[in-house]
T-cell receptor, first 113, second 111 residues
Framework: DAGITQSPRHKVTETGTPVTLRCHQT?????MYWYRQDPGHGLRLIHY???????DKGEVSDGYSVSRSKTEDFLLTLESATSSQTSVYFC????????????FGQGTRLTVV | TQLLEQSPQFLSIQEGENLTVYCNSS?????LQWYRQEPGEGPVLLVT?????EVKKLKRLTFQFGDARKDSSLHITAAQPGDTGLYLC???????????FGTGTRLKVLA
């Protein structure tokens, strides 16, 4: 299995509080991604990184920010959590851009009350 | 804007039936991957298609990449209850680093 871990696995937080999710990899892969998945839906891209300090927005980036200060860690921050951000969050890594699969973390279930 | 549209969104069939899932886009993709996801887990890769017109078979599953590399299909022959799950196509549009997923097809195979 690819070495990718997400923390925390579960979190309940109150509306308006900041929340940071961590994705850690031991594979030295260049590309890292954060997705959210809502019941019955596919994965929607929030932010992604194509190198240290190189990040860009995905399809649903509003209310989220990211940072990647070193290869192995990709942090996702909800600046002020809202109930609409209740979701399961997946981190993924890819080695390169050409035809390689993405490996996923176990997911983080976030509930905003 | 969802760049990868899958159809159908839901499919409930009897064991032994055949089915096809479609993944369509207006953008060109350098490659496409198909994943299956079980509840509570991350997606797991089934196959990668790279060349336009390519056909790959994985036991009872047949994957095809469109000639123009804008669409793909997954055909399952003689579906079994073990095929139940969420099927996702994914890829990166040419010229970007984004890795995006389709809208998903939830398949339920009844015994």
């Amino acid at each position: 299995d690819a070495g990718i871990t997400q923390s925390p696995r579960h979190k309940v937080t109150e509306t308006g509080t900041p929340v940071t999710l961590r994705c850690h990899q031991t594979e030295n892969h260049r590309y890292m991604y954060w997705y959210r998945q809502d019941p019955g839906h596919g994965l929607r891209l929030i932010h992604y990184s194509y190198g240290v300090k190189d990040t860009d927005k995905g399809e649903v980036s509003d209310g989220y920010s990211v940072s990647r200060s070193k290869t192995e860690d990709f942090l996702l921050t909800l600046e002020s959590a809202t109930s609409s951000q209740t979701s399961v969050y997946f981190c993924a890594i890819r080695e390169d851009i050409q035809g390689t699969e993405a490996f996923f973390g176990q997911g983080t279930r976030l509930t905003v009350v | 804007t969802q760049l990868l549209e899958q159809s159908p969104q839901f499919l409930s069939i009897q064991e032994g039936e055949n089915l096809t899932v479609y993944c369509n886009s207006s953008s060109v993709f350098s490659s496409l991957q198909w994943y299956r996801q079980e509840p509570g887990e991350g997606p797991v890769l089934l196959v990668t298609v790279v060349t336009g017109g390519e056909v790959k078979k994985l036991k009872r599953l047949t994957f095809q990449f469109g000639d123009a590399r804008k669409d793909s299909s997954l055909h399952i022959t003689a579906a079994q209850p073990g095929d139940t799950g969420l099927y996702l196509c994914a890829g990166y549009p040419s010229g970007t680093y984004k890795y995006i997923f389709g809208t998903g097809t939830r398949l339920k195979v009844l015994a």
